[in-house]
């Protein structure tokens, strides 16, 4: 293709090209540009990870990944042994000796978000919050003619 075939393909992109196509490669360029940025300014430790893995051929992402995921493996008997710790702390009643307001408000500020975290597994899992429904129930005949009574 010479230059003034480049020149015309160029110019007539069209609408496509001038408002989904080139808004998309600046948004692109600017975000390799500030990587590329952020890379040049990353911790040594990192860069030299980095550069190993580059001198193996190996990708840096998914080395990361992996050694992450192993570590985490070898923690989790790390947390059981520390969960049991914790539990036998607060089962001893080491925990209330100096128990104030603020440990209060810590401590219903913590089951406040378990009961969060508990009804939106509730809402995922079943899609409701109602009790499931009691087959003798006058609710369960909704059933046969696919209407949902807990919606």
Known sequence: M???QATVAKKSGGILHRFVVSPCVSTAQKIECRSAATLQRVEPAVAAWIKTNEATGADAASMSTKRFLHEQGQLMSYRVVRFFQEARYVFSGQYF???NIACMLQDARFFTQALFIF????????RSIFPPIHPDSPLAIALDHKVNPNY
Do not use: D, E, T
């Open 2 to 4: 010479s230059s003034a």
């Open 97 to 99: 000796k100096n128990y």
């Open 119 to 126: 009804l939106c597994a509730v809402l995922v899992g079943r």
